[in-house]
Nanobody
C-alpha cells in the first residue's frame, strides 16, 4: 500500500527557512517521480518542485527557483524540500505526491498527473 507522509511544516518569519520531508512507502518502480505541491486558501493547488526517481532530475516552478531545493535519499523513498528566503506568498499547505505518468517537463508539475498524495503540512510565513 502506497503511503506518503509529510513533516517539517511550521511558522517562520519572512526570510526564514524550513525543510520539509516526505517519507514514501510502498512505491513500486512504476512511480517514477515524486513532487511537492502547495495550496493556499482560496487558490488552486500548484506544483512547486519534483524529482525523478530514476536519475534525480529536478524541476521547479519559476517563483521558487533559487530559493527551494528538492533532494532525495539513496533509496528514492525520502524526498526533502529545503526552502530558504521564504516569503509570505509561500504560505500554503504543502503536500507531496507520486506519479506513474509524468514523462515530460510539461507534465512534471501538473497535479493531475499525480495519483498518490500525502495529507499535507502547513507552512506559514508571517512576521
Amino acid at each position: 500500500q502506497v503511503q506518503l507522509v509529510e513533516s517539517g511544516g511550521g511558522l517562520v518569519q519572512p526570510g526564514g527557512s524550513l525543510r520539509l520531508s516526505c517519507a514514501a512507502s510502498g512505491l513500486t518502480s512504476d512511480y517514477n517521480v515524486i513532487g511537492w505541491f502547495r495550496q493556499a486558501p482560496g487558490k488552486e493547488r500548484e506544483g512547486v518542485s519534483c524529482i525523478m526517481r530514476s536519475d534525480g532530475s529536478t524541476f521547479y516552478r519559476d517563483s521558487v527557483k533559487g530559493r527551494f531545493t528538492i533532494s532525495m535519499d539513496n533509496t528514492q523513498s525520502t524526498v526533502w524540500l529545503q526552502m530558504v528566503s521564504l516569503k509570505p506568498e509561500d504560505t500554503a499547505v504543502y503536500s507531496c505526491a507520486a506519479s506513474t505518468t509524468v514523462q515530460s517537463t510539461i507534465q512534471a508539475l501538473n497535479p493531475h498527473e499525480y495519483s498518490r498524495w500525502g495529507q499535507g503540512t502547513q507552512v506559514t510565513v508571517s512576521p
